[in-house]
């Protein structure tokens, strides 16, 4: 008897969206405290067109194994079709949604009809939210939670040895998001206000009526107006684009702040203890209990995820194309029918 197939996303080679091909290939098995999830919707990410691209400028000591062809993806939404023997926690039939394997694999298989997931990576599905808003709450919302609310790990991080303390957010703490219409971004804001902090939205102009929506207390349009320039006295940045300019927010901060870079940054560590400021990182993993905790603010409504567009999974080089055009609104989501 021949194994069943599905549809994945498959890369046989690395490169731009092109190299997405649309395959068919063998149903997984779930291994011992794994499920199988049919998949109803899969988030896309940046570690996706990372991988995508073979990881261009990952030390080769920080690149994780790459095998082709590979199944992309790590954020889905769906419902349990089967579970290993030793799986209590879960059944088939009911709904989960998770950031699988991640770090620790970046060909967790989330491109696909189905996929494999531990259940330590899973969270119930709210009846109330549906595939699409939940498939964008994995990856996105874990990033903001464990650098703002709780790390929830031992993990050692690739980008500092210290461990990342989040910084106590309340009443008292100013919080600006650069980035703040993104995915991370976007979910952080909600958190901060959460916690009761004020937020400084950045963004360009056109998201300051959606970021008022969600919480914001002012919002920078950085493209008419240099933050780093129009605010000071600051306790946390919260840095959702990283890169060389990630520095210039060290002078918006007070004496005992800190800058949280989401992606690679340098920074002069003489500057940052001149000034008296923190930078910290973290590694987002995946993490079912937080994920859990996240699934109760969306289903309460405390959270929203915003979904800047779909695509069905076949169409995964033209939500690749659109990540690349930048500007997003919340997330992207591929969906299967």
Known sequence: MSPRTMKAIRLHEFGGPEVLRYDDVPVPEPGPGEVLVRVHAIGVNPPDWYVREGMPGVPPGMLPPLT????????????????????????AGDEVLGLVRFPGDLQSGAYAEYVTAPVTDLARKPAGVDHVTAAGLPMAGLTAWQFLIELGHDHPSPFQEARHQPMPLGADTTVLVNGAAGGVGHLALQLAKWRGAKVIAVASGGHEPFLRELGADEVIDYTKVRPEESVHDLDLVLDTVGGP????????????????????AEF????????????????VRSDGAQLAELTRLLDAGTLRVAIDSTYPLEKAAAAHERAARGHLRGKIVLTVD
């Open 68 to 91: 082709l062809p590979l199944i992309p993806g790590t954020d889905v939404s769906g419902v349990v079709e089967a579970v290993a023997d030793d799986v209590e926690e879960f059944a």
């Open 245 to 264: 300019g990630s520095r210039r927010f060290l002078r918006t901060l007070k004496r005992g702040g800190a800058l949280y870079p989401v992606y690679l």
């Open 268 to 283: 002069d560590d003489e500057e940052t203890e001149r000034l008296g400021v923190t930078v910290t990182a973290t590694q």
